[in-house]
Protein backbone atom coordinates (compact mmCIF):
# COMPACT_ATOMS: atom_id res chain seq x y z
CA UNK A 1 0.00 0.00 0.00
CA UNK A 2 1.59 3.35 -0.97
CA UNK A 3 1.75 5.79 1.00
CA UNK A 4 2.92 9.80 1.38
CA UNK A 5 3.73 11.13 5.18
CA UNK A 6 4.14 14.74 4.71
CA UNK A 7 5.81 16.46 8.09
CA UNK A 8 7.69 19.90 9.25
CA UNK A 9 5.38 22.19 8.91
CA UNK A 10 3.46 24.59 11.64
CA UNK A 11 3.50 28.37 12.43
CA UNK A 12 6.38 30.53 11.80
CA UNK A 13 6.86 34.15 11.08
CA UNK A 14 7.29 36.43 7.79
CA UNK A 15 10.30 35.96 6.83
CA UNK A 16 11.09 32.67 9.00
CA UNK A 17 12.01 29.41 7.43
CA UNK A 18 10.73 25.95 7.97
CA UNK A 19 11.84 22.71 6.90
CA UNK A 20 8.87 20.15 5.47
CA UNK A 21 9.99 16.44 4.97
CA UNK A 22 7.82 14.05 3.03
CA UNK A 23 8.33 10.16 3.76
CA UNK A 24 7.24 7.60 0.90
CA UNK A 25 6.33 4.07 1.52
CA UNK A 26 5.04 0.91 -0.62
CA UNK A 27 6.07 2.29 -4.13
CA UNK A 28 9.89 2.81 -5.74
CA UNK A 29 10.06 6.35 -5.15
CA UNK A 30 13.23 6.46 -6.36
CA UNK A 31 11.96 6.12 -9.88
CA UNK A 32 9.66 8.96 -9.62
CA UNK A 33 10.17 12.75 -10.48
CA UNK A 34 8.55 14.22 -6.80
CA UNK A 35 6.92 17.54 -6.52
CA UNK A 36 5.55 19.53 -3.31
CA UNK A 37 2.44 21.31 -4.17
CA UNK A 38 0.36 23.39 -1.94
CA UNK A 39 -3.02 24.55 -1.76
CA UNK A 40 -4.56 27.61 0.07
CA UNK A 41 -8.15 27.88 0.97
CA UNK A 42 -10.37 28.28 -1.83
CA UNK A 43 -7.59 28.12 -4.23
CA UNK A 44 -6.52 25.11 -6.73
CA UNK A 45 -3.92 22.76 -5.39
CA UNK A 46 -0.45 24.25 -7.34
CA UNK A 47 2.84 22.97 -8.13
CA UNK A 48 5.37 24.68 -6.58
CA UNK A 49 8.91 22.48 -7.10
CA UNK A 50 9.81 19.45 -8.37
CA UNK A 51 12.96 17.51 -8.60
CA UNK A 52 14.14 14.24 -11.36
CA UNK A 53 14.64 10.74 -9.45
CA UNK A 54 18.09 11.27 -9.46
CA UNK A 55 17.92 14.63 -7.67
CA UNK A 56 19.88 16.74 -10.35
CA UNK A 57 17.59 18.77 -12.00
CA UNK A 58 14.94 20.78 -9.57
CA UNK A 59 12.67 23.30 -10.61
CA UNK A 60 10.86 26.17 -9.43
CA UNK A 61 7.44 28.21 -9.47
CA UNK A 62 8.14 31.69 -9.55
CA UNK A 63 6.43 32.42 -6.07
CA UNK A 64 8.89 30.64 -4.81
CA UNK A 65 12.19 30.67 -6.72
CA UNK A 66 14.85 31.63 -4.11
CA UNK A 67 13.07 31.03 -1.19
CA UNK A 68 12.60 27.18 -1.23
CA UNK A 69 14.75 24.71 -1.99
CA UNK A 70 14.02 20.89 -3.10
CA UNK A 71 15.81 17.63 -2.29
CA UNK A 72 15.70 14.19 -1.88
CA UNK A 73 16.96 11.19 -0.37
CA UNK A 74 16.60 8.39 -2.33
CA UNK A 75 17.66 5.78 0.32
CA UNK A 76 15.65 7.13 2.96
CA UNK A 77 12.45 7.16 0.47
CA UNK A 78 11.96 10.85 1.75
CA UNK A 79 11.76 14.59 -0.16
CA UNK A 80 12.57 17.41 1.45
CA UNK A 81 11.05 21.25 1.07
CA UNK A 82 13.55 24.11 2.52
CA UNK A 83 11.20 27.27 2.75
CA UNK A 84 13.06 30.03 3.60
CA UNK A 85 11.83 34.05 3.73
CA UNK A 86 8.33 32.60 4.07
CA UNK A 87 5.40 35.45 3.12
CA UNK A 88 2.10 35.57 4.55
CA UNK A 89 1.01 34.10 0.58
CA UNK A 90 2.94 30.85 1.92
CA UNK A 91 0.74 29.69 4.08
CA UNK A 92 -0.82 27.10 2.26
CA UNK A 93 -1.25 22.83 3.53
CA UNK A 94 2.03 21.04 1.45
CA UNK A 95 1.55 18.01 -0.13
CA UNK A 96 3.86 15.86 -1.84
CA UNK A 97 3.43 13.67 -4.82
CA UNK A 98 4.51 12.20 -8.61
CA UNK A 99 4.84 15.08 -11.09
CA UNK A 100 3.70 13.11 -13.99
CA UNK A 101 1.50 10.02 -14.46
CA UNK A 102 -1.56 9.33 -12.29
CA UNK A 103 -0.52 10.58 -8.49
CA UNK A 104 -0.05 7.98 -5.98
CA UNK A 105 -2.12 8.29 -2.85
CA UNK A 106 -2.14 11.52 -1.70
CA UNK A 107 -0.93 12.23 1.96
CA UNK A 108 -2.96 14.25 4.76
CA UNK A 109 -0.10 17.22 4.10
CA UNK A 110 1.11 19.50 6.23
CA UNK A 111 -0.24 22.95 7.18
CA UNK A 112 2.11 25.96 7.03
CA UNK A 113 0.84 29.14 8.52
CA UNK A 114 3.08 32.50 7.81
CA UNK A 115 1.41 35.56 10.11
CA UNK A 116 2.75 37.52 12.60
Known amino acids: QVQLVESGGGLVQPGGSLRLSCAAS????????MGWYRQAPGKQRELVAR????????NYADSVKGRFTISRDNAKNTVYLQMNSLKPEDTAVYYC?????????WGQGTQVTVSS
Open 97 to 105: NKVSGSPLA
Open 26 to 33: GTIFSIYT
Open 51 to 58: ITSGGSVT
